[in-house]
């Protein structure tokens, strides 16, 4: 089973009405968003399968050493710190990226699940690196954020991957049990966007299972990094309008030891508003 595709099968459901909206914000804006669909000669929407998105990702993704033009500074420019700390593009995970932001500019498919799923990650590490640095410490940069190069940096990934998978569906589960409605809409979507029985089998288990916050929070314990990118995941994934779901974010962050000011810069990123 492959969670970068089970990732991107999140991505590609919606999550919440505020996703995409959120998403677009941690990379700068629309602004920066349709500068990147000019670049690639046309309007930010494409009703074809792939389109923009297996665009982005085929450019980006042999873009290493730079030879990704424009395209690739501009994207390696919306990590702010992040890009700066790993040396620019070389040692970016750009392809998962362009395919992201080709999801966000209106470009879709099948085959972008897996590489959706990367792109959530380096995302996520780069909201947690400059969340980070902004509030004073001296991270690392996530796992997610850079190409993995070893068998190790492979199964780190994985593994995060997974985490911040169950992450999101925790964070869903935070004003009480998901409802009938919501699990139809969720099961139709992966099943349109092609998602195997034993993925889409393996996410109702963490749907319907009870929720797991301590767990979640002792996977996490002692890196910082990861606790910051499980944050900006649940982030992502809920509306945030509810009582009980701020409850369950000030929950979470005061089990992730993330300090107010790390937790604040993450939300400013996805341009949510602090109560």
């Known amino acids: 089973m492959n ?59 042999g873009a290493r050493g730079g030879s990704g033009g424009g395209i690739s500074e501009v994207l390696s420019g919306m990590l702010g710190e992040a890009g700066r700390a ?22 879709g498919g099948k085959s972008l699940g897996g590489a959706l799923g990367g792109g959530l990650m380096a995302l996520l590490g780069t909201m947690a690196f400059n969340a980070l640095v902004g509030g004073g410490q001296k991270p690392q940069v996530p796992v997610g954020l850079l190409e993995p190069e070893t068998e190790a940096q492979k199964k780190e990934l994985e593994q995060n ?13 935070a004003d009480g049990e998901v409802d009938q409605d919501e699990i139809n809409r969720i099961t139709g979507k992966l099943k349109g966007i092609g998602v195997d029985p034993e993925a889409q089998r393996y996410l109702m288990t963490l749907i319907q299972q009870p929720m797991e ?56 990123q996805v341009g949510l508003q602090q109560a």
């Open 3 to 61: 969670i970068a595709e089970l990732l991107g099968a999140m991505v590609q459901t919606g999550m919440s009405p505020s996703s995409s909206d959120r998403m677009r914000n941690s990379l700068g804006g629309g602004s920066v968003l349709d500068s990147l669909a000019g670049m690639l000669g046309g309007t930010s929407q494409k009703d074809d399968a792939g389109g923009i998105g297996e665009a982005l990702s085929g450019m980006l993704g």
């Open 86 to 107: 790993v040396g620019g593009n070389k040692n970016l995970a750009l392809g998962g990226l362009g395919a992201l932001v080709g999801s966000l500019l209106g470009g």
């Open 213 to 268: 916050t301590e767990r979640l929070i002792a996977a996490a314990r002692g890196q910082s990094e990861l606790a910051a990118q499980i944050y900006g995941a649940s982030l992502l994934a809920i509306e945030v309008d509810t009582p009980a779901e701020r409850k369950y974010l000030d929950r979470l962050a005061a089990g992730l030891n993330l300090s107010p000011r790390v937790t604040g810069r993450i939300q400013e």
């Open 161 to 173: 991957s997974e985490l911040i998978l169950r992450a999101m569906i925790n964070a869903i589960k």
